[in-house]
């Protein structure tokens, strides 16, 4: 640590904060007049390395520093070792430091290469819209704001100097920074282009400019009927929830749409775009004034969230699942209703819609066909839909299908939560048909580590898992699924040469919206590729939707339990529904017996890789299975380890 920060935190812990007086005449001329603390609200941005920080989750810090950095400032260099050593100073004591990067000129990937070369390990927030510097009246780089979080007030506003540490030190003890401003001059000024325009912000239309995102993006929930707590019928009903669209827009928590908008482009994209987050944020803040024109909203009033999805309308085939009584309290056991299958000839369905009979119990659905033994089918059986909180239909790409052999049973696995009353779910399937067999088979197959294990408290526990695709294919849609501790999640393509591309990051999973991610061009996997899933759970006390932060937990179907899960449809480049390759989907599937358990990527599983009861398991038969005495277990000996409890038909797709 630096000379002058050692010092500044002894003499701030030993002096008891006695003052200003205390820093010496230097601290004293650069003090500023006292200032009103200013408040900060509640944002969320992703930092440099694709995660999100959401500032109030931080609200159990002691204190929290933010320091504004740029990439080709030479304060922004000094700046950040002087946060650095702070951060290692505090770090012990549970304070928090981010640096926040607001430059319009600097992008994520050149972020993170500056943080690498200058050997900068605090997370920098990516503030690409400038909502938060905006509100925080930043200037320059260097600038240093030392926060309480039991107030969400500024008790510091200077450089990265002496009075950083006693202003940390005053937080810490609930008194009052001896120096609370100090000026600022130093430092490459920031650009912050919307200012000039504040002015005009009282200007924008409701009419022209925020009612239209509006029904773009928020009605289609926001209506009578549907999933949204309120409906969007008028400019009074917007204006008395201005404050809580804010805030709701600031931490993205609104629209449900996670995706990082600078990985893939996919069709189904409902987030705001950054023109729309600063209209809607610049509008509220000015008052959200109604302004002429005539008001689009006003023409929902009177309409009704639709039974169907809009885009399919009514299906071709409607499936009853039976009622379920879920009490009012208590774990209630999966349900595993078989129903007689309407398809009496082989079908392939162009897309699904399952309608959650009460969506407040129903955690999801998940589907598979139950074959004949006396009639072989002719074609690949699997799955029949699947929802989750927050899910779309399902639609299958152009020229493909969902196939379902006839006869049979079709098999629903319902899981219901409890909600504190008793209440009757009848949930409903419906079936869109195509009338001619599609010329190529949509296939589904999940990434999943079977021996997850969380360590209680755990805050960012990672997991990674694979699948190596043996043959060609083309992804159409991506789907990850955890519990209430999934908190981060990323899918990569890394190619036989080592070659890595990123196919989809949510810097903020939300269990409560869940949904499929199809790319707006299907995208091609090339022969030996791992498709690889990293997923970050937060088993930890400050995780608010955490079940048992005490609990070391391990793969689970109840809610209270996790999963490592990562759906994948494609279809196979050299298959049709005329020449059916059921061996890549076999030799697919059977990849991930190693892509479960190899953490590093070798192709092998290493005993330091086995973990949770899965793994333990196979470690205590691991110099059985280790057939070549080579310290690890490839395929062959893997095959060997799997208990007979979870072979399945690898000729079949799971969980459309």
């Not at 289609?220 to 409906?231: D, L, N």
């Not at 498709?531 to 970050?536: F, G, P």
């Not at 192709?603 to 205590?620: F, R, W």
């Not at 280790?626 to 490839?634: F, Q, R, V």
Request: hydrophobic share 40%; net charge negative.
């Amino acid at each position: 640590m630096k000379p002058i920060l050692t010092a500044a935190i002894l003499a701030a812990s030993a002096m008891g904060l006695a003052g200003a007086a205390s820093l010496g005449p230097h601290a004293q001329a650069a003090m500023s007049a006292a200032q009103a603390p200013l408040r900060v609200d509640d944002f969320q941005l992703t930092d440099h390395t694709r995660t999100a920080q959401r500032l109030y989750y931080y609200g159990y810090a002691p204190a929290i520093v933010l320091m504004t950095q740029s990439n080709e400032g030479a304060v922004s260099r000094a700046s950040a070792a002087e946060i650095e050593a702070l951060a290692a100073a505090y770090k012990a004591r549970g304070v928090i430091f981010f640096m926040v990067n607001s430059n319009l000129a600097d992008g994520r990937d050149a972020t993170a290469a500056w943080a690498a070369t200058h050997g900068v390990t605090t997370p920098i927030l990516m503030d690409e819209q400038q909502l938060v510097g905006e509100a925080l009246g930043v200037k320059r780089e260097g600038e240093v704001f030392v926060l309480d979080p039991k107030t969400w007030t500024v008790a510091y506003h200077g450089p990265a100097d002496a009075h950083v540490a006693p202003a940390i030190e005053a937080v810490m003890a609930g008194k009052p920074a001896p120096v609370g401003q100090v000026s600022l001059t130093a430092g490459q000024a920031i650009a912050f282009p919307e200012r000039a325009r504040e002015a005009g912000f009282a200007n924008i239309s409701y009419s022209k400019d925020v009612a239209p995102i509006l029904e773009t993006k928020c009605v289609s929930c926001h209506i009578k009927g549907g999933i949204g707590p309120f409906a969007m019928t008028g400019y009074d009903v917007v204006k008395g929830f201005s404050p809580m669209i804010r805030e709701t827009v600031r931490t993205h928590r609104m629209p449900p749409y996670f995706a990082d908008p600078h990985i893939g482009a996919f069709k189904n994209d409902q987030g705001l775009t950054a023109e729309q987050t600063k209209t809607l944020v610049h509008w509220i803040e000015a008052g959200s004034p109604r302004g002429a024109g005539p008001d689009p909203l006003l023409a929902y009033a009177d309409k009704t969230a639709p039974e169907w999805p809009t885009e399919l309308g009514k299906p071709d085939v409607v499936v009853d699942i039976p009622a379920f009584k879920v009490p009012a309290s208590g774990l209630v056991e999966y349900q595993n209703p078989l129903i007689d299958n309407p398809f009496k000839q082989d079908t392939w369905l162009k897309a699904v819609a399952i309608k959650p009979g009460d969506r407040r119990v129903l955690h999801h659905v998940v589907s598979n066909t139950v074959g004949d033994p006396a009639h072989p089918a002719d074609i690949p059986g699997g799955s029949v839909g699947s929802y989750t909180p927050g899910a779309q239909p399902q639609i299958m790409a152009d020229g493909s299908g969902a196939p379902v052999p006839a006869g049979g049973k079709l098999h629903f696995q319902m899981h219901y939560t409890t909600m504190g009353t008793e209440t009757v779910d009848k949930t409903q399937v419906g079936f869109y048909v195509l009338k001619t067999p599609p010329q190529y088979i949509k296939r589904s197959a999940v990434i999943g580590d079977f021996a997850l294990y969380i360590p209680a408290g755990a805050q960012a526990h990672k997991e990674v898992a694979y699948l190596t695709f043996p043959a060609d294919a083309y992804l159409y849609t991506l789907y990850p699924h955890a519990h209430y501790r999934g908190s981060h999640v990323e899918l990569k393509a890394v190619t036989p040469d080592g070659k890595q591309t990123m196919l989809l990051s949510l810097p903020k999973y939300d269990f409560n919206w869940q949904r499929d991610y199809d790319p707006v061009k299907p995208i091609l996997v090339k022969a030996g590729t791992k498709l690889v899933a990293t997923w970050v759970y937060d088993n930890s006390v400050h995780n608010a939707a955490n079940p048992d932060p005490k609990r070391n937990v391990t793969w689970g179907e109840q809610t209270p339990d996790e999963m490592m899960y990562f759906r994948l449809n494609y279809r196979w480049v050299d298959e049709t529904t005329s020449h059916v390759r059921n061996d890549l989907q076999a030799k697919l599937m059977e990849s991930g017996l190693i892509g479960g358990l190899d953490a590093n990527l070798d192709g092998v599983i290493e005993p330091d890789e086995l973990k949770g009861p899965m793994g333990a398991m196979i470690k205590a038969r691991f110099a059985e299975l280790d057939k070549d005495h080579d310290g690890t277990l490839d395929l062959t000996e893997m095959r060997a380890a799997m208990p007979r409890r979870m072979a399945r038909n690898r000729q079949e797709t799971p969980d459309l």
